[in-house]
Each structure stands twice: as structure tokens, then as C-alpha cells.
């Protein structure tokens, strides 16, 4: 029995090595285990490493010892437990060395200015933190968010009408149960798949309206509720002009709702942030956005702005339940927003940013094929043409064969729809200068 147990959790992987091969039928019942002695000699372990290991499968009852004996493995069924052959994240990432559909840019997350924070918090609240949170979110960060909101967006808002959640797609679910499962809701497309596959994940009904939204387009969906990203489109990156966002306005006025999902305005590169239609109409507009991008996927914050009326509804169905962001986090999140972290490590992610879009662009016109690129100076992906290319499928082959990983346009199409061809969305979120350099 020789096993790998270099720079691992040594008596958790012995343990698990063991285990699968009984499940596996490497190792098969009635068989004697080596003695405890023999084994940690062979791996070069400690005796307690083996001991441990082996009282773990001893209970789980994958083994069974007998006095004066030594352990033997048990009767399995092997057939109703066999291991499955799961790829694991390593697996499905190898060959991978640069991810151009996720990430973010983790090596530039304020480590030093949320651990501070983080231990002033403790000190500063205490048992406070084991405390209920509200369903609605803590009010120190929802008082925070709103005072952010009005500095970066110019978005008078009342922190009561905030909701706190975890994340996007726990928001969008929380937006069907406010709104109904008998609303009909519309989805850009091309678009962010998650968020039709949410509404369909909670018994709501979609139908798409094409990524440059119209009025129009909207209007003959017949649908109540529409879910847009006037700043930045993803992918396309469209931007609704002025003029259609006040059609849109209008079209909700007549008892129906826009959910403007704000999800990247920290990183409009090039000039001000556009206005937010929210502040067009506070009444039948939800503004959203999460704290993904700007800090980490893994933090799973996020929040909502909610009116007026909705609000009411909200505290009526959900005044019973704590809110899924853990009291610490609200806390220290509180803190860094107030005390003017946030909006530095803001600025200094759109400097490195500018530098990463440059270098991209720079790389993409450097290419021996033709290669138009389409680029609103916003967020953090932009669309690059291929126009002589057979096929997306082609794009997406040759990039791989360098170790490249990206998705075109037709990737995130939720329905038949006209769009450009050959055009691969480059997501440089998580792309560093030495990445680029492959």
C-alpha cells in the first residue's frame, strides 16, 4: 500500500485513499490491513497518522479489527457505494492558463485592509455579531451602501427599502417571490444565463427580447417584469440610450416592474457612470447589484433597493427569517464603505484595468488575422471579431490549443437571435500582465 501523502492532511488522505479503494474493489473484503507500525514505516509517517486513519474507516465500518488479529476489511456493497468518478476543479481547469470566461483579479483583494477592519469589528461589537440579523440586512451596512450609492452614483436612496442577500441569483429568487410566479419576465439575449435559469428554478415563466432592448421589443413580449442591464450588457456590452430608457420608464408606469441590474458600474473605465433608471422611477424600478466584481465571487454579497410598496410586501413575507449574510461580514463590509476603503480599492482596480484592457487590445491587434474589436469603455469584458474565421467552434479550438479559454457570442444565446458571428466575449476580470504574456 504506497500512497502520495507529500504536503497533504496525512491521516485525512491515508483514510480516504483506503476507502476508495475498498469501495473500488482494489482492496477486497476479508483482506488483511498491514499493521500499524509496518504501514507508517512504508509512508514514512507517524504510527498516530495510521492509528487515526484507520479508527476513522473502523467506524465508518469499512474495516473491522479483531483482537491479537490486526483489521481486516468489512463486507461492502460495492455496487451501491462504488466511487464516483467526479473531475474534480484541478481536472477541468489543466491546460487552462488563461481563463478569458471567469475570474477575478484575486492577487489585488485588499487582504491587509479587511483583516484590519475585520479585527476592529470584533472588537468593537463582540457578542453583538452572534446576535439575529434582520431580514432585510444589517442597518449599519445598509445605511453604508445607501451613503455609497448617492457618492459613486448620485442615487438618493432610503437604506429602509435596502435588502441585503447573498448573492445574485439569491436576489433574483427573492424578486419571484415578491413579484409572483405568474408574472411573465423578460431576459436579454444574448445574456447572463443564470439569471433565466434562476426565474425558471423558482416556477417563473421567461421569454427573451433582444439585447439591445427596445421599447418596442418589450411591449410585444407582453411580458410584467423586465430584467436589464442598461449600463453594460453582458455580453454584448450594449448601452440603452437615454431616450429608450425613459420609453422604458413609461412602459412600467403601467403597473409593471424593471429590474436594473447595475452588476459592474464600479468599472466604467473610460468617463462617468451613466444614470441609473432607478433614479428615473424609484417606484416601479429595482436596482440591484452585488459586491462580486469589485471584491470576490466567493463573499456572496449582494443587495437590492426595493420600492417603496415592494418593500412593505417584502417585510410581510420575509420578516420571519434572518438574513443569509453572516452578521461579521455586514459588519466589517459597513466599515470599509464608510470609512472609504471600498472606493480606493475601487480606483485602484479601474488603474489595473485600464493597463489589462490595453494590453488585450494591444495583443488582439497584434494578431496575423483581421480581428475588429468592439468596446464600450465599460465593465470588464469587451467583444473581439473575427470576421474571416469558418466558425465559432474554430475560434474557441485555436485558443485552446494555446491554453486559452474563452466563450463567443453564440455561447450565451437563451434563444434563436441575430448577433455577430465569429465573435469571442473576452472577460479579462481575472487576467494578469503575466497571463497575457502566453
Known amino acids: 500500500m504506497l500512497y502520495d501523502l507529500k504536503g497533504k492532511n496525512k491521516y485525512y488522505t491515508l483514510y480516504s485513499y483506503i476507502r476508495d479503494d475498498i469501495l473500488s474493489g482494489k482492496i477486497k473484503s476479508g483482506t488483511k490491513l498491514p499493521s500499524k507500525r509496518a504501514l507508517a514505516q512504508d509512508l514514512s509517517v507517524s504510527v498516530i497518522t495510521v492509528q487515526t486513519a484507520y479508527e476513522q474507516l473502523l467506524a465508518e465500518g469499512y474495516i473491522y479489527s479483531e483482537e491479537r488479529s490486526g483489521y481486516f476489511v468489512a463486507e461492502v456493497n460495492v455496487d451501491f457505494h462504488g466511487k464516483r468518478e467526479l473531475p474534480c476543479e484541478e481536472e477541468t481547469e489543466r491546460g487552462c492558463k488563461l481563463d478569458l470566461v471567469n475570474g477575478t483579479a484575486v492577487e489585488l483583494f485588499p487582504f491587509s485592509v479587511w483583516a484590519k477592519l475585520m479585527r476592529k469589528v470584533l472588537s468593537d461589537c463582540g457578542e453583538h455579531l452572534l446576535e439575529r440579523v434582520p431580514c432585510s440586512g444589517d442597518g449599519e451596512l445598509k445605511r453604508a451602501v445607501a451613503a455609497y450609492l448617492y457618492r459613486a452614483r448620485g442615487i438618493d436612496v432610503d437604506p429602509r427599502h435596502i435588502v441585503i442577500g447573498a448573492g445574485a441569483e439569491y436576489l433574483y429568487g427573492i424578486i419571484v417571490k415578491l413579484l409572483g410566479r405568474d408574472k411573465l419576465y423578460a431576459v436579454e439575449n444574448p445574456g447572463y444565463g443564470k439569471i433565466a435559469a434562476t426565474y425558471r428554478l423558482n416556477g417563473a415563466e421567461y421569454v427573451c427580447v433582444n439585447a439591445d432592448v427596445s421599447s418596442a421589443d418589450v411591449e410585444k413580449s407582453k411580458a410584467d417584469v423586465l430584467h436589464v442591464s442598461p449600463s453594460h450588457q453582458y455580453p454584448t456590452g450594449a448601452v440603452i440610450p437615454a431616450a429608450e430608457r425613459a420609453r422604458l420608464i413609461s412602459w412600467a408606469v403601467g403597473g409593471r416592474y424593471v429590474i436594473e441590474d447595475d452588476y459592474d458600474s464600479e468599472f466604467r473605465l473610460s468617463g462617468k457612470p451613466l444614470q441609473c433608471m432607478y433614479s428615473l422611477c424609484p417606484d416601479r424600478v429595482i436596482y440591484m447589484n452585488t459586491f462580486s466584481k469589485s471584491l470576490a465571487p466567493s463573499m456572496r454579497m449582494g443587495y437590492m433597493v426595493l420600492p417603496p410598496a415592494l418593500y412593505k410586501r417584502y417585510l410581510e413575507i420575509f420578516s420571519n427569517f434572518a438574513c443569509a449574510v453572516p452578521l461579521f461580514e455586514q459588519k466589517t463590509l459597513a466599515a470599509m464603505l464608510d470609512g472609504g476603503y471600498f472606493e480606493r480599492h475601487i480606483n485602484r482596480l479601474k488603474n489595473y484595468y485600464r493597463g489589462i484592457r490595453a494590453a488585450v487590445t494591444a495583443k488582439l491587434k497584434a494578431l496575423p488575422v483581421p480581428c475588429r474589436i468592439h468596446d464600450t469603455g465599460s465593465g470588464l469584458h469587451l467583444l473581439a471579431e473575427f470576421p474571416t474565421a469558418p466558425s465559432d467552434e474554430f475560434i474557441k479550438e ?27 466575449v473576452i472577460n479579462y476580470s481575472g487576467a494578469t500582465y503575466e497571463k497575457l504574456e502566453i
Not at 402 to 407: D, Q, V
Not at 417 to 424: L, M, P, V
Open 398 to 424: 485555436e485558443a485552446e490549443k494555446r491554453g486559452i479559454r474563452l466563450k463567443c457570442l453564440s455561447d450565451y444565446l437563451l434563444a434563436p437571435a441575430e448577433i455577430i458571428k465569429c465573435c469571442a
